[in-house]
């Protein structure tokens, strides 16, 4: 079973400008998460898909951060324009049912903004 | 925020010997995660728990999900150089529908 996808592993940008960031989650799995890891914490929510539906994003900075899922398979995760507090590795998980918790992880895009 | 509370920050063993973490809220969690995430990699689960009083046990680790609800523990026995790394717990806070994390727990094992 293929694991959880994200590209790209590493960018580097400057401030005020813009970046996206793709996950593709494993196959048939509903539910699909938006994690921000600033460096030395814990991974810390974004927004939480449920097929093409946004069940969370409570906690994403939607002045400058935006993300879909338009087809309920994989989704992008945009940052317009960056800061440098942006800097961060990005991570995507994916869960197989709506409110099941046993989610799997993708290796993360680490965000420069300089 | 952060809902968890997890303890120590850090750690630093001797190669065999065994070790014991743990994480706290102040409200009432449905489940019990724990993850490693080795560095530029992300977290991957280690045990899951879904019944308070569950004890769950995957090779040399062992978690216990809290009788109240509001505590989770995790050890490692007879720790081995690549069980360093970041330890991670999580949890579905009740009538919360997401996964919320501790700040972790960085685990050095010397040969």
């Known amino acids: 079973e293929a694991g959880v996808a994200q590209s790209p592993r590493y960018k580097i940008i400057e401030k005020r400008q813009s970046v996206a960031f793709w996950c593709n989650p494993i196959s048939g799995h509903a539910t699909l998460y938006w994690y921000q890891q600033i460096l030395g914490q814990g991974p810390k929510l974004l927004i939480q898909f449920q097929n093409n539906g946004v069940v969370d994003d409570s906690q994403l900075p939607k002045d400058r951060f935006s993300a879909e899922r338009l087809k309920g398979v994989d989704s992008t995760l945009k940052i317009q324009p960056a800061k440098l507090e942006d800097s961060a590795v990005y991570l995507c998980?994916?869960?197989?049912?709506?409110?099941?918790?046993?989610?799997?992880f993708g290796q993360g895009t680490r965000l420069t903004v300089v | 925020g952060q809902q968890l509370n997890q303890s120590p920050q850090s750690m630093f063993i001797q190669e065999g010997e065994d070790v014991s973490m743990n994480c706290t809220s102040s409200?009432?969690?449905?489940?019990w995660l724990w993850y490693k995430q080795d560095p530029g990699e992300g977290p991957v689960l280690l045990i899951a728990l879904y019944k308070a009083g569950e004890l769950t046990s995957n090779g040399r680790l062992t978690a216990q999900f809290g009788i109240t609800r509001k505590d989770s523990f995790l050890n490692i026995s007879a720790s081995i150089p690549s069980d360093v790394g970041i330890y991670f717990c999580a949890g579905q806070p009740s009538g919360v529908n997401d996964m919320r994390f501790g700040a972790g727990t960085r685990l050095t094992v010397k040969p």
């Open positions: 998980a994916s869960i197989l049912g709506p409110s099941g918790t046993e989610a799997f």
């Open positions: 409200s009432i969690f449905n489940t």
